[in-house]
């Protein structure tokens, strides 16, 4: 019987659906890795509009686990990608000085790791928002 739940369940949701859930885990991940890693010698406070973001971001993704729309996933991952730039933004300083290499400094593992983390993000959520199929009128898919 249990079985046949589950079946019933996974037989009404797309790929799309099951993406979204790593995607949460990996915005909530890289909101926890920016507070973490954010703060350098070229960037000494964090950003709040890139926690803030990323956390729309977030909470729209999770949002798309209730919601299953595909418009509503493509503005997550909208929202995603935007964090990112923004991420990439407050750490402009940081970048370039890194590669000029004037003073020797080299990307942290904390940095990459974030950059990583949010590019994996942003990756994730596209592909739940492609391969979410269009409901059709009358509730089929």
Do not use: H
Not at 20 to 35: C, E, K, Q, R
């Amino acid at each position: 019987m249990r079985n046949k739940k589950a079946k019933k369940v996974k037989k009404g949701k797309s790929i799309g659906y099951f993406l979204t859930i790593p995607a949460v885990i990996l915005g909530l991940w890289s909101i926890y890795l920016y507070m973490q890693n954010g703060v350098t010698v070229f960037s000494p406070k964090l950003d709040n509009s890139v926690i803030i973001v990323f956390g729309i971001a977030t909470a729209l993704s999770a949002i798309n686990l209730i919601v299953e729309w595909k418009g509503f996933k493509y503005l997550s991952y909208l929202s995603f990608l935007y964090a990112l730039i923004l991420f990439i933004g407050t750490q402009v300083n940081y970048i370039t000085n890194v590669f000029v290499s004037i003073d020797g400094y080299t990307f942290s593992n904390g940095f990459i790791t974030t950059l990583i983390v949010m590019c994996v993000t942003v990756v994730v959520q596209l592909l739940a928002a492609v391969t979410t199929k269009k409901r059709r009128k009358g509730g089929k898919r």
